[in-house]
């Protein structure tokens, strides 16, 4: 019987989640000549709703800690990727912010618009060296814009607490611009695993951690400093 509830209760959120998205989307339409900020805080506050709507249907929650740590200027945000919620949750969190993201999510009716506005930094994963180059090229341009750039650096999901392989291009990016990165652990796969579409109660905690200056270190110990952070924040 608490499986049955749990399935309706996801159905109920995946209900709201379509209606919120497409209205979210078409709204692009309405909003696409305004300068970026404010696309990109009308758009998220659609991810806010979202959240809310997690809250009531699913009884999922969220802690944040270290909000102080986030610096007033724009930095690349390297976090752990568990499942689909930080990618809503984080864009929000950090608007503006652009995130990194898979190109074939641009291809989604209504939804790649939205992303497209939000002016996020699709790339093609088949090409792994392609990809990089285009992270360094346009995170550098989004920073000078005044944007944060959001990475996931294990470039996938990764469904277990452990994390997998950290990639440099984050690190990259940050000692190539100049600017800090800043940490970010979460367990959002306890809630929302990414192999199950069922939501589990309870408490989906993020843990923000001190910006790590870049002026010193190579790309690979900057990345190794972060993901050793990262590993210990939860």
Avoid at 20 to 32: A, Q, W, Y
Avoid at 47 to 62: A, D, E, F, Q
Avoid at 170 to 179: E, F, I, N, P, R
Avoid at 218 to 230: G, H, V
Wanted: with cysteine; aromatic share 10%; glycine share 8%.
């Amino acid at each position: 019987m608490g499986r049955i509830w749990q399935a309706i209760r996801a159905l109920l959120f995946y209900t709201g989640l379509l209606v919120l998205v497409l209205v979210m989307s078409l709204s692009v339409c309405l909003v696409v000549f305004f300068p970026v900020g404010f696309r990109q805080r009308w758009l998220t506050y659609g991810n806010k709703l979202i959240m809310v709507w997690l809250r009531i249907t699913c009884g999922v929650k969220v802690a944040v800690m270290g909000i102080e740590n986030i610096p007033k200027e724009p930095c690349v945000v390297l976090s752990n990727h568990q499942s689909t919620w930080e990618t809503f949750f984080l864009q929000h969190l950090f608007v503006p912010a652009s995130v990194i993201l898979k190109r074939e999510l641009l291809w989604i009716p209504l939804f790649g618009w939205g992303l497209y506005a939000m002016r996020a930094i699709a790339i093609k994963r088949s090409n792994p060296a392609g990809a990089i180059r285009q992270v360094l090229k346009l995170g550098k341009q989004r920073i000078q814009e005044g944007m944060n750039v959001v990475i996931f650096p294990e470039g996938t999901r990764i469904r277990t607490p452990e994390l997998g392989t950290f990639m440099t291009s984050g690190a990259a990016l940050a000692k190539s611009a100049g600017v800090s990165i800043l940490p970010v652990r979460h367990n959002a796969g306890d809630c929302w695993p990414a192999a199950s579409w069922l939501k589990t109660p309870g408490t989906i905690t993020v843990v923000i951690g001190a910006p790590i200056s870049t002026d010193e270190l190579s790309p690979r110990e900057l990345t190794e400093q972060a993901k050793q952070w990262i590993a210990g924040a939860l």
